[in-house]
């Protein structure tokens, strides 16, 4: 997989004890060192991440500016650690 230079991150925890033990971080974590082993590069400014939150309403204040940077052409692919840190439930 050839990555680009204008990498975005999505990640999200749910609920407070995932919060506590900084779920975050280790999705960043091994989504960053996914890229640089595949020679793409994170763009900070392209970090979503949502915490205390379920993935069931698609309404989520990063997820929602995720969608709009997307939309402006701002970010050239999007990894995530598991399509469930994006929703519960998608098409």
């Not at 204008?6 to 925890?13: G, L, Q, T």
């Not at 595949?38 to 763009?43: A, L």
């Amino acid at each position: 997989m050839k990555l680009s230079q204008r990498i975005a991150i999505s990640a999200r925890v749910s609920g407070d004890q995932q919060a506590q033990q900084d779920t975050i971080a280790s999705q960043i974590a091994t989504v960053q060192a996914f890229a640089t082993t595949q020679g793409g590069r994170i763009d900070p400014d392209l970090l979503f991440a949502d915490t205390g939150i379920s993935g069931t309403p698609l309404a989520r204040p990063q997820l929602d500016a995720l969608r709009d940077q997307a939309a402006a052409g701002a970010l050239a692919q999007l990894l995530l650690l598991n399509p469930a840190r994006l929703a519960r439930k998608y098409r």
